[in-house]
Nanobody, 120 residues
């Protein structure tokens, strides 16, 4: 199983980006998914989560600006980021809890990260 994150880039403050995380490989079912971010010298922090229950969870700093969603048919997770701020600059990582078969436990997989840079 692999997660491929994409969509990062350089954007001016107030702009928008949409991150995509595509899962591939032997996938039976995808449960919870999420996006995290990390800046140099700091711990990775949760940005948004969409568990199997469907109840989204957002960091306070992004509430009202970011939206997490998923397309189960495409095994893909999105993070729509609007009204970006310089403090949103970070490497963004996706993760997903995936079971590879009906008899398998789910494991957490991580994407490779995509850099978002917001200029002031």
């Amino acid at each position: 199983v692999q997660l491929q994150a994409s969509g990062g880039g350089l954007v001016q403050a107030g702009g928008s980006l949409r991150l995509t995380c595509a899962a591939s490989g032997s996938i039976f079912s995808i449960f919870g998914v999420g996006w995290y971010r990390q800046t140099p010298g700091k711990q990775r922090e949760l940005v948004a989560a969409l568990p199997a229950s469907g109840k989204t969870n957002y960091a306070d700093s992004v509430k009202g600006r970011f939206t997490i969603s998923r397309d189960n048919a495409k095994n893909t997770v999105y993070l729509q980021m609007n009204n970006l701020k310089p403090e949103d600059t970070a490497v963004y990582y996706c993760n997903a809890d995936i079971a590879r078969s009906s008899s398998d436990y789910s494991y957490t997989y991580w994407g490779q990260g995509t850099l978002v840079t917001v200029s002031s």
